[in-house]
């Protein structure tokens, strides 16, 4: 264990401005890494969150609206219209649940969630619109309901909120994968690094590995210092960069968007230790793994 040390202190002293380089090569990308897994882990927290509150409000034709739809000119939707829009609704099996809403029900909540704003006056009783609010199953399987209905008579419009969410949730995804993709190519380039320290490590101690050899060292007992070497400098790179998620959670997120934005969901520490841990793993796998591959040649009996 002395010698094990010792040859360690002395690879990392000789090469320290190589190992300072790998040390901030895995800091920036481990916390690149780290930012990707928490901004994955918050994008379905908003998912799971938003699909859950996700319904579909099937609205119904009125004479002094009509645009677009299967409506009959200057006709609201016939009793009979509803109960067969009603039905189809409730045998459809996506459909958890229905709520029926007349048009006086629908002004008189328009009322009272504007009563403090100008645009109160903006609608009349007979500008508003019966309507079925549906509740699914599961938020995603909508399709097939959307389909059916539209090409029923007195339907003038669906509001559909998977419009307004998805295109939302595909940028976020796209943002969180373009993070973690860009960390991967910084801790490739970490890992070529690592292994071109060892190999200069390996290139000068090359006489003491091949006397160690000759005397019949094993090759742990020649390979320890070296995959010490890389292992302290993952580990103190994935240090930093566990340091900087943590502080980045506390700050952007704790102390301020969910003090701002009381109504989201927001990812916690619980999180942000399963996103650390991650890290450390990515950490210690890239230290060891280019150890092995650049000493493995003075392994060979």
Known sequence: MRHLLSE????????????????????????????????????????????????????????????????????????EQKDQIHDAIEKNPEVLKVEYQSKEEAYEEFLNVFKDSPIK?????????????VKLVDPQQYQGLVSQLKLMRGVQKIQDLHQILEPVFKWLGALQWGTIALSIVLLLAAALQIGTTIRMATFTRGREIGIMRL????????????????????????????????????????RNAQR??????????????????????????????????SARRYLRV
Not at 121 to 133: A, G, V
Not at 217 to 241: D, K, Q, R, T, Y
Not at 263 to 276: D, N, Q, S
């Open 8 to 79: 360690t202190w002395s690879g990392l002293r000789r090469n320290v401005g190589i190992t300072l380089a790998v040390v901030m090569t895995m800091w920036v990308s481990l916390s690149l890494f780290g930012a990707g897994l928490i901004a994955a882990q918050q994008v379905n927290l908003f998912k799971g969150e938003w699909y859950d509150k996700i319904e579909i409000t099937v609205y119904l034709c009125t004479a002094k609206l009509q645009t677009g739809g299967n409506c009959d000119p200057g006709q609201d939707a016939t009793d």
């Open 121 to 133: 006056d903006s609608l009349t009783l007979e500008e508003m619109q019966d309507n079925y609010r």
């Open 215 to 254: 005397v019949g060292a094993s090759n742990f007992h020649i390979m320890g210092p070296f995959l010490l070497e890389s292992l302290i400098a993952g580990l103190v790179g994935a240090f930093l960069a566990s340091g900087t998620l943590v502080f980045g959670v506390w700050f952007i997120i704790l």
């Open 260 to 293: 701002g934005l009381e109504a989201f969901r927001w990812v916690g520490w619980t999180e942000t230790w399963i996103a650390v841990g991650a890290m450390v793993l990515v950490a210690i796998i890239l230290s060891i793994i280019p150890t092995i591959i």
